[in-house]
T-cell receptor
Framework: KNEVEQSPQNLTAQEGEFITINCSYSVGISALHWLQQHPGGGIVSLFM???GKKKHGRLIATINIQEKHSSLHITASHPRDSAVYIC?????????FGTGTSLTVIP | DGGITQSPKYLFRKEGQNVTLSCEQNLNHDAMYWYRQDPGQGLRLIYYSQIVNDFQKGDIAEGYSVSREKKESFPLTVTSAQKNPTAFYLC?????????????FGPGTRLTVL
């Protein structure tokens, strides 16, 4: 049983396209995290949000607590956005992670 | 600069050998975590520690051991009892204060058993 489900698993886009990655979760949470993992393996935190929407540059994250769903959008995608995007939900003393969405943006 | 360091970046081990992965943080975080990442799977928690000299098993602790003698350090030993240790290992830390505990990750160690 996966507490966190992401879709799609893989995504290929042309440069400039608008991208949406979805995350659904089954546990009660106080906040949801979006992470980015680069090809070298390092992970950076993109967003931590508990309600509504957050924007950082070309990245937008939204969350609907009632529906237990979050989306990560990338506007005007660029090849440097190619990475694995992971959503994570904290519960108790642990985090549960989605399996990630592997994004490739083609020039 | 504040952050988390892991060493080595790549590690090769022969079957039957124990190996220790290093994780150090200078963020003054109370909590530290070890995760394992395999292709096609989400990060899975091996062990975590919220305070010095205390740690808890995660979902896949069998074949691993940890220690937390200092706040800054949380080394992970992969023992010969771990049947399939080849994987990417990530260390993370977070504060415990507040409601939303953002995790900060190290660069990872890729372990290969030969």
């Amino acid at each position: 049983k996966n507490e966190v489900e992401q879709s799609p698993q893989n995504l290929t886009a042309q440069e400039g396209e608008f991208i949406t990655i979805n995350c659904s979760y089954s546990v009660g949470i106080s906040a949801l995290h979006w992470l980015q993992q680069h090809p070298g393996g390092g992970i950076v935190s993109l967003f931590m949000l508990s309600s509504g929407k957050k924007k950082h540059g070309r990245l937008i994250a939204t969350i609907n607590i009632q529906e237990k769903h979050s989306s990560l959008h990338i506007t005007a995608s660029h090849p440097r956005d190619s990475a694995v995007y992971i959503c994570a939900v904290p519960t108790g003393n642990q985090f549960y992670f989605g399996t990630g969405t592997s994004l490739t943006v083609i020039p | 600069d504040g952050g988390i360091t892991q060493s080595p970046k790549y590690l090769f081990r022969k079957e039957g050998q124990n190996v220790t992965l290093s994780c150090e943080q200078n963020l003054n975080h109370d909590a530290m975590y070890w995760y394992r990442q395999d292709p096609g799977q989400g990060l899975r928690l091996i062990y975590y520690s919220q305070i010095v000299n205390d740690f808890q098993k995660g979902d896949i602790a069998e074949g691993y051991s940890v220690s937390r003698e200092k706040k800054e350090s949380f080394p992970l030993t992969v023992t010969s009892a771990q049947k399939n240790p080849t994987a990417f290992y990530l260390c993370a830390s977070s504060t415990l204060a507040g409601k939303y505990n953002e995790q900060f990750f190290g660069p990872g160690t890729r372990l290969t058993v030969l």
